[in-house]
């Protein structure tokens, strides 16, 4: 499966970090940053004293997976996801407690046969998840059931747990 990432909008220096992390330890193809998403160096349009500043921090938790991952940065997200989706990319949303038709949660039996062989995955921002202007360009989206209190887990965590889903398909209804 060939995976695109997509931050979009995610506000934590460490998120980032920890997600760059993930994914290469889950062979991601690419990925791309968006919108106000902490960006490490060369993206960072900053001055140069406070782009490093932000590279270090994610760097912290990245541990180097900034520097190994293929990765760019995108102005304008709707166009990135317009040329993903022309390059035969499906386009996935992380979301939860979305009233759509096209969320799916990861533990039923027939979403297997609803991924296609390239993803692209859009996380959005740690609160209020992804954009509305980004709905009407996914195609599916997927959330992962929570049994707790809480409502949603960590952009972080939450992207570790999908991207193990993606990458190995497992039947989570066996468990």
Do not use: C, W
Request: hydrophobic share 40%; proline share 4%; glycine share 6%.
């Amino acid at each position: 499966m060939e995976i695109t990432l997509l931050l979009h909008n995610i506000r934590s220096t460490y998120n980032v970090g920890s997600i760059l992390r993930t994914a290469d330890g889950f062979s991601v193809n690419h990925v791309i940053y968006s919108g106000y998403t902490p960006t490490p160096a060369p993206y960072s349009t900053l001055l140069p004293h406070l782009s490093q500043k932000i590279t270090t921090k994610i760097h912290k938790t990245a541990l180097g997976a900034e520097q190994t991952l293929s990765s760019s940065y995108s102005e304008n997200i709707i166009e990135e996801v317009q040329l993903l989706r022309s390059q035969g990319y499906q386009i996935i949303g992380l979301e939860n407690n979305l009233k759509d038709a096209r969320l799916h949660q990861i533990t039923e039996h027939t979403l297997p046969g609803l991924i296609a062989p390239k993803v692209a995955l859009i996380l959005g921002e740690e609160v209020k998840g992804i954009t509305s202007k980004l709905h009407q360009f996914i195609d599916l989206f997927l959330e992962i059931p929570m049994t707790g209190n809480k409502e949603s887990f960590n952009v972080s965590v939450a992207t570790a747990i999908i991207l193990f889903y993606l990458r190995y398909g497992i039947d989570l209804n066996r468990f």
